[in-house]
């Protein structure tokens, strides 16, 4: 279906990184992709309707699923000492703890569909056979959730390179370390150089600063604890308290092996399998960006019904795009964010108010 592609590497020259205190913006920030095409508010879906069997497809309109898993760890994680509040998104881990947010990209070319006479696979249109003549919400949800409510017509392959490190500000406060410093340690820094022609890195590291960095890996979290350099002495010296992978492309399930650098107490992240990440996007590379067009439009004229499944395919978006909507949720109070999780809804408060509808201050 390609009718043109053109191939151009094109890598970012350095890793650039944000961090953020407030849990409701890094949200914003890691999950909503700002588009033309689209009003996209704070309404997160990581769980497939029952039935929905390709629930991995690229291209769904709201978020992959690969994100929302990653999404849920980010919702339920916490710390130790706040554990004894009752709701995750409420509770004062928001102040606790500070996202790390580091990303770049690496594009390797730009491609163009045809706009006619489009070749669609077998199972898609299996599927679209499939669908009743008369609208059934369910069943179009399920294909919906199959194959997106839209599909790319032209765009950018590659890979993003993109991970949230969720790091305990009173650690690091404890030993005296600074966000920065994490950076650096970790190889994120300024000086953290990369080109993808000769994919090298030159990383300025404090070798005293870095032996105090500390991560909290699924056992420690119950007893025992691992560091990326010496084992901590106290279950408060944990700098990092989890690592969330965005990473998209490649043949290399990147945030495992970030796991096990970090298990096996390396001194920093191994930039060579950044480096293997990178050099796989070749064989295996996704959509990075993209100019998206309905999916009803590729109901072909000449299948039984078509009219009919084509109009219940764009009632179905509009209804999938109102049920997932925070539109329909009641007002926050005290300056809280409604959420749309799974179709259900939420408060995210400030870092001084609690509750159900953010309405109790965090001081009685």
């Not at 029952?50 to 994680?77: A, P, T």
């Not at 730009?110 to 059934?136: A, C, G, H, I, K």
């Not at 690091?172 to 080109?195: N, P, Q, W």
């Not at 072909?300 to 909507?325: F, G």
Request: glycine letters at 6%; proline letters at 3%.
């Amino acid at each position: 279906n390609l009718v043109i592609i053109f191939s151009k590497t094109k890598a970012d020259k350095t890793f650039t990184s944000e961090y953020y205190h407030d849990r409701v913006k890094m949200l914003r920030e890691v999950y909503i992709e700002k588009t033309s095409h689209f009003s996209a508010d704070l309404s997160l879906k990581y769980t497939p309707t029952e039935g929905s069997d390709k629930s991995s497809s690229e291209g769904n309109f709201k978020y992959h699923y690969n994100k929302n898993s990653s999404l849920s760890s980010i919702l339920k994680s916490s710390t130790e000492r706040v554990k004894w509040h009752s709701h995750p998104l409420s509770s004062p881990c928001i102040q606790n703890q500070t996202f790390l947010h580091v990303k770049g990209k690496i594009q390797l070319g730009r491609f163009q569909m045809r706009s006619r006479d489009v070749r669609l696979t077998d199972s898609f249109l299996d599927d679209l056979n499939f669908l009743p003549s008369e609208y059934d919400k369910g069943e179009y949800f399920k294909f919906l959730e199959d194959y997106g409510t839209h599909y790319a017509v032209s765009g950018t392959i590659g890979g993003k390179y993109e991970l949230v490190y969720i790091l305990d500000n009173y650690a690091m406060s404890r030993i005296g370390i600074t966000v920065e410093d994490v950076k650096r340690c970790l190889g994120y820094h300024f000086d953290a150089v990369t080109a993808y022609g000769d994919l090298n890195v030159s990383v300025n590291i404090d070798g005293g600063k870095c032996e105090k960095i500390t991560v909290k890996d699924e056992c420690s979290k119950l007893s025992s604890s691992s560091s990326l350099l010496s084992t901590a002495s106290f279950k408060d010296d944990f700098i990092i308290d989890d690592i969330i992978s965005l990473v998209d492309g490649g043949k290399i399930d990147f945030s495992v092996k970030i796991k096990e650098m970090l298990l096996r107490r390396s001194k920093t992240i191994d930039v060579k399998d950044y480096i293997e990440w990178a050099k796989s996007l070749v064989d295996a590379p996704v959509v990075i960006q993209q100019r998206p067009s309905p999916i009803h439009t590729l109901v072909p004229v000449k299948m039984r019904d078509a009219y009919l499944k084509k109009q219940n395919l764009e009632r179905a978006i509009e209804d999938y795009v109102t049920e997932y909507s925070v539109c329909k949720c009641e007002p926050c109070k005290n300056g809280g964010t409604p959420v749309l999780v799974d179709g259900s809804c939420t408060c995210m408060c400030s870092s001084y108010f609690k509750g159900i509808a953010c309405q109790i201050p965090k001081s009685t």
